[in-house]
């Protein structure tokens, strides 16, 4: 493990509190930010979230679906964060309301994902982008067949990597609301679909009176055996207790979030005694107030790094939260919460962690691709 940055030092690199505007040069002449040239792998990222609002709109109207508003500005502000809307875990939760329903249908999940994955490696040098969403919240309910929409998003990603250096991955996301019997439709399609670029299996979804991770312990088995890569959502908005409970009956290889787990000692020590690996959202816990700032995360940090806990950096879903991996990355490192070797110390945790194979034989970029505001103008 790396030592914690001494704390003149985080006080020196940007102090406590929210990040402000970004300060150049930096006292020490460097960005305390990994390099653009290096590669990342994004591990935890929903469809949902992760599609520009600008694609979304387009999708919606080539398919003729009625929107609640005619006005794009009022559109994007339905779809992303903002001070009325996801400020809470059930709030943010309700923002995939539109974009689940404008994504359901073999079109809109091909271009949906294409645009993701190939847009990663543009904005932000993600070679691996590994995406997860609920196929059944993509089928109007079965009005369109689940095959269908599951094929569609495998081209969608084979066509990203005709045209860039990517290994992306998809993992689909069982919720913890469904009747178990529709969840292991999922599972059993994950499984069908491994080796065609279906990687992992995750459960997500709001908290459920009715969920037990015991009733899916055969189910996880079986699709571990298949060579599934598993994941679980826990530790966000749940409580802490669930952590250990979902390890003990799912074995997970890594958690979505987890963050809850660093008020547990035993929790944190299950999960180093394991080597699972935490996804960790910084921006989406400070939007659904699971975490109370920067300053709650950097204890968390602390206490990951104290008990030798593996944790990797992600957005949870760029567009619907308005931040890209880089953008976490670049909070942490200006508020002086994780220094640059850091930041590629998760970034090589993260690569380490992907379900994705051969995820290490993608070349390296010959250039340093351009910033974001150049893209941003580039893509606008
Ligand atoms: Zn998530």
Redesign the pocket.
Known sequence: MLPPPRAAESRRRGGLGSPGPLRFPYDEGVPPVISRRAPLTEL?C?LGGAVAPAIMWGIAHSQGIKLPTKDYWEFRELITVSARHGRSFDGYLQLFHWTELIQSSPLAVERSVYEVVGGAYRKNNVTTCELRFNPMKRNRGGEQDLDHIISAAIRGMDRAMLEYPITPGLIFCLDRAFPYALNEIIAEKAIAYHGRGVVGIDI?GPESPTFRPRDYRRLFDRCRRRGLGVTV?AGEAGPVEEIAEVIEQLEPSRI?HGVKAAYDPRTMAMIRERDIVLEI?PTSNLNTRVVSGWDEFRWIFDTFRRNAVRFTINT?GPEMLKTYIRDELTSLGRLGILSPEEQAQSAEWARQASFVEGVSDVPLPKRRPPGRSQLEREEA
């Open positions: 935890h929903h997500a959502h979505g959202c949870d």
